[in-house]
């Protein structure tokens, strides 16, 4: 393990500590963010907000794209949008972060959770399948689950670190079963999947797509999030009920229902689109290192570098790596972070956690294998 640990303050060429995955900011921030501050506009409106809309909806493929206040604010809106109200049930995986869950929790719905896959480590559309074919049927056109007579209302895969899941068979199994598809791509900008020979961003395959700019994330507006879908009339629901649901009006304030102040402010509009414009510098960056780790870890029988899954060009977001044995994860981990290079383990399951503990999900085998063992290495972009 000493050897990992020289192999890493190698690359980053220091000694000092190395955490998880910092920002870098070595393109325009400090220009864009001089000029925001210099023209006063430096809140919920500005031509930054108006730019990074248009150029991230460009960048992923989408017709509309609708900046946020962050990643969480993002998915809430876009349950909404889904017709997501109390006590409906929402299907997700239980290996995700806890935004995707919190989200859901908002509206008074129910997360149900379904295994992953064990390649792509996102929801599996098996596994979905399964669930929907045994306590499921669609009564009226709904999607009702006979356990506990709710409707299933939305299915909310992850892309874990950045690499794709099946998002094609889940998208069929959804259209299939009535049920709204919102992926929650806050890891995976710059991943694409390919179908039946057609590459497309992930994020744009269901109803609606979640991206998050958290200060950890690929790129960041230190805090911020966006919806991207091809559906004009979605597009503008997202945009009034994350503006407050002001009518538009030269002087006058009437607002027409109760909404959010889920705004992304100019500044952080500012930041973003200087990182945007490095984003497919910082996944190449990334990418190397993915294959610099998959060489190191060859050494190692008892370690398996995570690469990206068939048909995923992944960002590399986050870099994994699963520990055969249990000791070893905590030895890796312990060795690891002793010796100033900052690893942590997966999530822990959503179900373990005491909030969700009385949720309904299936066997989880692959969630669990994949929660005892993987860990995520050092992931900044190189410089
Ligand atoms: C980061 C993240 C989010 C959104 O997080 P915010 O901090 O609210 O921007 C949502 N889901 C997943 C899986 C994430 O990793």
Request: glycine share 4%.
């Amino acid at each position: 393990m000493k050897k990992i640990v020289e192999f890493i303050q190698k690359i980053y060429n220091t000694k000092n500590f190395i955490p998880l995955h910092e920002p870098k900011f070595i393109g325009n921030e400090k220009k864009y963010l001089n000029d925001c501050i210099d023209s006063t506009f430096v809140s919920s409106v500005g031509k930054y907000v108006d730019l990074i809309e248009e150029q991230f909806a460009k960048k992923v493929g989408s017709k509309y794209a609708i900046a946020t206040v962050n990643g969480t604010s993002a998915l809430h809106i876009s349950l909404i949008l889904s017709d997501v109200k109390n006590n409906d049930e929402v299907i997700t995986q239980a290996l995700t972060f806890i935004a995707t869950c919190n989200a859901i929790s908002y509206l008074g719905a129910k997360p149900v959770f379904v295994d992953v896959d064990l390649d792509t480590m996102g929801l599996s559309p098996k596994s979905l399948k399964n669930f929907l074919q045994v306590n499921c049927e669609i009564i009226n056109n709904v999607c009702i689950n006979k356990k506990t007579n709710n409707t299933i209302k939305a299915c909310v895969p992850m892309h874990t670190f950045g690499h794709s899941c099946k998002i094609d068979e889940i998208k069929e199994i959804c259209d299939n079963w009535n049920i709204a598809l919102i992926e929650d791509a806050a890891e995976s900008l710059g991943t694409y999947y390919r179908s039946n020979n057609i590459t497309k961003h992930t994020g744009t395959f269901g109803k609606l797509g979640v991206f998050s700019f958290n200060g950890n994330k690929i790129i960041t507006s230190g805090g911020g999030g966006v919806i991207v879908t091809d559906d004009e009339n979605l597009a503008k629901r997202a945009k009034h009920l994350t503006t407050t649901a002001k009518v538009p009006h030269k002087y006058e304030y009437v607002h027409d229902e109760i909404a959010f102040n889920y705004r992304m402010p100019n500044l952080n509009a500012a930041l973003l689109v200087a990182q945007l414009e490095q984003l497919d510098k910082f996944i190449n960056n990334k990418r190397n290192l993915a294959l610099k780790y998959e060489e190191l870890f060859k050494n190692y029988d008892y370690i398996d570098f995570i690469k990206e899954p068939k048909d995923s060009k992944s960002n590399y977001w986050l870099q994994a790596v699963l520990l055969k044995n249990i000791d070893a994860r905590d030895e890796f981990l312990e060795f690891t972070n002793k010796n100033g290079i900052m690893t942590r383990p997966i999530w822990r399951l959503m179900n373990e956690l005491e909030m969700f503990k009385d949720s309904q999900y299936d066997d989880l085998h692959n969630s669990k294998y994949l929660e005892q063992r993987v860990i995520n290495i050092s992931s900044s972009v190189v410089i």
